[in-house]
């Protein structure tokens, strides 16, 4: 594999990353809400896919960003009466987020993120000492 195919590759998969992790912050932010109204539905969390893509010109697999899917389980019920989002029972509806596997999730794109930070800087490495020998 040369350099620049490696260097493509490595920065399809910043851009994915970087895309996972904004949705992830927007699910994170919305936690907590509540319906604008009493009855009506709360955010739903937001899950990002990733597809396979062929760049021709390079003639190498990348990945890019897919659609943006919502998560279809069931929202968080709390028992609120006096809340004005509350439905007839007195039951809140709360977005189907939980926190601590949206950090997990966060945390696990970080590392992505890093590692194709390291194949690039690798890669700069490896073609600077390259244009060194040449000079030599």
């Known amino acids: 594999m040369d350099f620049l195919k490696s260097m493509a590759i490595a920065a399809s ?11 992830i912050a ?15 539905d709360p955010y739903r969390r937001k899950i990002m896919t990733f597809r396979s893509e062929l760049d021709r010109d390079l003639e190498a697999r990348t990945v890019a960003l897919g659609k943006v899917r919502t998560d279809s389980t069931d929202f968080r019920l709390k028992y609120e009466p006096g809340h004005p989002a509350a439905d007839a029972t007195g039951n ?11 950090m997990t999730d966060m945390r696990e794109a970080q590392r992505s993120y890093e590692a194709n930070i390291n194949i690039i800087g690798a890669t700069r490495r490896m073609i600077q000492r390259t244009i060194d020998i040449l000079k030599a």
């Open 13 to 23: 998969g910043l851009r994915a990353q970087a895309g996972r992790m904004r949705v």
């Open 26 to 40: 927007e699910n994170i932010a919305n936690a907590d809400s509540t319906p604008a109204k009493a009855g009506a």
């Open 92 to 102: 809140v509806k709360y977005p189907n987020v939980n926190p601590l596997v949206e």
